[in-house]
T-cell receptor, first 114, second 112 residues
């Protein structure tokens, strides 16, 4: 596609359930980033992929969070045993290469934990 | 501690005027500084990138300055229009950690 695609756009789930968020980056972009944005706040870095490797997972808030990327393309962010503090917008971005190049963002998944 | 500061109060200006937004940072040594625009319910959209060895960058009605001594970037929109109303985010690219660190953004409102 022309831009970064994220699904679902909205997700409401009960506390304790697992959720899976998907990101489809721009074709040919090797770098992929996940961020979290709480209401009225800036973006919080979660994880970065170069190809299928994640050199930096330091931003993942807890071991309930994991992410993978396959085929150098689609990425999934999984949150296990969701908690209310996980409620936020989860944004994915891709760039042609890494190294500070402009990032192209999807419109995010708005996650609400009841 | 490391901080990126953008005005948390909204900037409210008249159409046609120049909007100036400020981004200050402490205890960072960014290789690049980037500005993004974010509309409600949408992801950020890249606007401009300026490198640490550049003082100023322009693109159409947009101008960014970068002062690594003051640790400050200014973002200007000339001849502002109501369509420029949005939240503007500055972000520092850190070569050392390979991360883009975002400020919390400043909301700009341009009155017709």
């Amino acid at each position: 596609g022309a831009g970064v695609s994220q699904s679902p756009s909205n997700k409401v789930t009960e506390k304790g359930k697992d959720v899976e968020l998907r990101c489809d980056p721009i074709s040919g972009h090797t770098a992929l980033y996940w961020y979290r944005q709480s209401l009225g706040q800036g973006l919080e870095f979660l994880i970065y992929f170069q190809g299928n490797s994640a050199p930096d997972k330091s931003g993942l808030p807890s071991d309930r969070f994991s992410a993978e990327r396959t085929g150098g393309s689609v990425s999934t962010l999984t949150i296990q045993r969701t908690q209310q503090e996980d409620s936020a917008v989860y944004l994915c971005a891709s760039s042609r290469t890494g190294g500070g190049q402009p990032q192209h963002f999807g419109d995010g998944t708005r996650l609400s934990i009841l | 501690s490391q901080k990126i500061e953008q005005n948390s109060e909204a900037l409210n200006i008249q159409e046609g005027k120049t909007a100036t937004l400020t981004c200050n940072y402490t205890n960072y040594s960014p290789a690049y500084l980037q500005w993004y625009r974010q509309d409600p319910g949408r992801g950020p959209v890249f606007l401009l990138l300026i490198r640490e060895n550049e003082k100023e960058k322009r693109k159409e009605r947009l101008k960014v300055t970068f002062d690594t001594t003051l640790k400050q970037s200014l973002f200007h929109i000339t001849a502002s229009q109501p369509a420029d109303s949005a939240t503007y985010l500055c972000a520092l690219w850190m070569d050392s950690s390979y991360k883009l660190i975002f400020g919390s953004g400043t909301r700009l409102l341009v009155r017709p």
